[in-house]
């Protein structure tokens, strides 16, 4: 049981560089999220799907786009790479409902130069 | 507000003693409070959470503490354990507008060094 599976693991682009950062979990959940996190700060909330078919902005939306590809899959893109979009990115699951936790991946280490 | 800084509250034992970390949070509105544990190169691991109707909730080795009045939220892991070691963060969240319970708000975190 992989919980939640995130790749690549790390990436280093370019400036104005675009890639989609992948996301998959396998416990049947109904929401998924993604956060970045800088360092010495907690994680923030980018973009979020409460359910298949919806998705929404988290705190720091600017510069992404997401895509739910189904209930199982939920992607981060970047357009066109910043700097400022240098960080660990992890994507997390809740079965949604009420008191319910998130389970993070592992995360994705991004550095933009 | 966001936090701003490179540098984390750090708190430093010996194995065995007990750790108490703590957390400051913002949104009176939150009612539900989680805990995780986050070791070097990987995501947070839940540890232990409480709801807003409790003002303590205990699980293995470890008690949360929650004082609604303060908006104020304490962690304590007893006889701490080098494997303890790690960054802890609080987090909140709350139901509002039935946005579901993942879009946590996350603390700082506090980096916990246990020697041995």
Known sequence: NAGVTQTPKFQVLKTGQSMTLQCAQ????????WY?????????????????????KGE???GYNVSRLNKREFSLRLESAAPSQTSVYFCASTLGGVYTEAFFGQGTRLTVV | GESVGL?????????GDNSIINCAYSNSASDY?????????????FIIDIRSNMDKRQGQRVTVLLNKTVKHLSLQIAATQPGDSAVYFCAETSNAGGTSYGKLTFGQGTILTVHP
Do not use: C
């Open chain 2, 7 to 15: 540098h984390l509250p750090t708190l430093s034992v010996q194995e």
């Open chain 1, 60 to 62: 720091v939306p600017n």
């Open chain 1, 36 to 56: 970045r996190q800088d360092p010495g700060m907690g994680l923030r909330l980018i973009y979020y799907s409460a359910s298949e078919g919806t998705t929404d």
């Open chain 1, 26 to 33: 396998d416990m049947n959940h109904n929401s998924m999220y």
């Open chain 2, 33 to 45: 409070f989680i805990w995780y544990k986050q070791e070097s190169g990987k995501g947070p691991q």
